[in-house]
Nanobody, 125 residues
Framework: QVQLAESGGGLVQAGGSLRLSCAASGRTYTTYGAGWFRQAPGKEREFVAAISWGGGSTDIADSVKGRFTISSDNAKNTVCLQIDNLQPEDTAVYYC??????????????????WGQGTQVTVSS
């Protein structure tokens, strides 16, 4: 099993920044990397960004490119999501997930077998 714990969410004004962290523990060696998804009220959970352990491969959704940056610290089994120039439409619960399947691509929820509880990001205008 793999456990994931997100932190760093909060309430910020538009134009501000946040850094979300995801600490992974357990059998992380059975996974291929981690991704971030977000879910706004009444909407589907959508892919945001992903990174392989070691950082050799990354993927970021077109809708957030230029504002979101993903990074990993293998020594600490931590994946971070830096969010700059936050906008009200970024308001959502952000979830960290560990990729357990190579059948699906990084942006597919089906690629991830482990999920964190989520952290709330609220952006005021």
């Amino acid at each position: 099993q793999v456990q994931l714990a997100e932190s760093g969410g909060g309430l910020v004004q538009a134009g501000g920044s946040l850094r979300l962290s995801c600490a992974a523990s357990g059998r992380t060696y059975t996974t291929y990397g981690a991704g971030w998804f977000r879910q706004a009220p009444g909407k589907e959970r959508e892919f945001v960004a992903a990174i392989s352990w070691g950082g050799g491969s990354t993927d970021i959704a077109d809708s957030v490119k230029g504002r979101f940056t993903i990074s990993s610290d293998n020594a600490k089994n931590t994946v971070c999501l830096q969010i700059d120039n936050l906008q009200p439409e970024d308001t959502a619960v952000y979830y960290c997930a560990a990729r357990s399947s190579l059948i699906y691509n990084w942006s597919s929820r089906n690629a991830y077998g482990y999920w964190g509880q989520g952290t709330q990001v609220t952006v005021s205008s």
